[in-house]
């Protein structure tokens, strides 16, 4: 139990497109979901957590009009890229926490965006 | 000074080693405790989940915490070259929503 899906695994864009990441809880309800960033051999940093049906909490320095963040239902949240530029080229993760289990954080096997 | 410092390595080890992974952090108030293993380019996978002081047995994995000194571990008994990849500490509040994690150790079992 606890699988996060999370789609696509890889994306290539022009920059100025934008892109979409989804990522699923498929057999749990996930009241909070996280996303993170990942830059080669460096830990994960976070983005944004976002509660279901409310808007994102975005940490310091992180563009919330960049990085638009979308958790519309108890197993979906979204992360959409906009404007994509090279900068924003990282391995992209999303975790959930599931509801009634708080303590742990279960993640999805990430997204790797290079933009051109 | 940061809320959890982790040895980044590189660690390498034959295989069938006993491997070391440890954590020490700083907040006293962590109540959960996590390890996870990242292989290159995937999401962290969650191997063992303690709370407050103990150990933790699963297998070839221990996870050891101990609250007076702030210091978690993950011992991997036997180690084989598929146990290669990053573990990363992770520890949480009791009633958070923040996770906090370590830097990451990369770890390399040579056949």
């Known amino acids: 139990g606890a699988v996060v899906s999370q789609h696509p695994s890889w994306v290539i864009c022009k920059s100025g497109t934008s892109v979409k990441i989804e990522c699923r809880s498929l057999?749990?309800?996930?009241?909070?979901m996280f996303w993170y960033r990942q830059f080669p051999k460096q830990s994960l940093m976070l983005m944004a957590t976002?509660?279901?049906?409310?808007?994102?909490?975005?940490e310091q320095g992180v563009e919330k009009d960049k990085f638009l963040i979308n958790h519309a239902s108890l197993t979906l949240s979204t992360l959409t890229v906009t404007s994509a530029h090279p900068e924003d080229s990282s391995f992209y993760i999303c975790?959930?926490?599931?509801?009634?289990?708080?303590?742990?954080?279960?993640f999805g096997s990430g997204t790797q965006l290079s933009v051109l | 000074q940061k809320e959890v410092e982790q040895d980044p390595g590189p660690l390498s080890v034959p295989e069938g080693a006993i491997v070391s992974l440890n954590c020490t952090y700083s907040?006293?108030?962590?109540?959960?405790f996590m390890w996870y293993r990242q292989y290159s380019r995937k999401g962290p996978e969650l191997l063992m989940y303690?709370?407050?002081?103990g150990n933790k047995e699963d297998g070839r994995f221990t996870a050891q915490v101990d609250k007076s000194s702030k210091y978690i571990s993950l011992f991997i008994r036997d180690s084989q070259p598929s146990d290669s990849a990053t573990y990363l500490c992770?520890?949480?509040?009791?009633?958070?929503?923040?996770?906090?994690f370590g830097t990451g150790t990369s770890l390399t079992v040579i056949p």
């Open positions: 975790s959930a926490r599931r509801q009634g289990q708080y303590e742990k954080l279960f």
């Open positions: 976002s509660n279901e049906g409310s808007k994102a909490t975005y």
């Open positions: 057999d749990f309800q996930a009241t909070t």
């Open positions: 992770a520890m949480s509040e009791k009633s958070g929503n923040q996770f906090y």
């Open positions: 907040n006293s108030a962590f109540q959960y």
């Open positions: 303690t709370y407050s002081s």
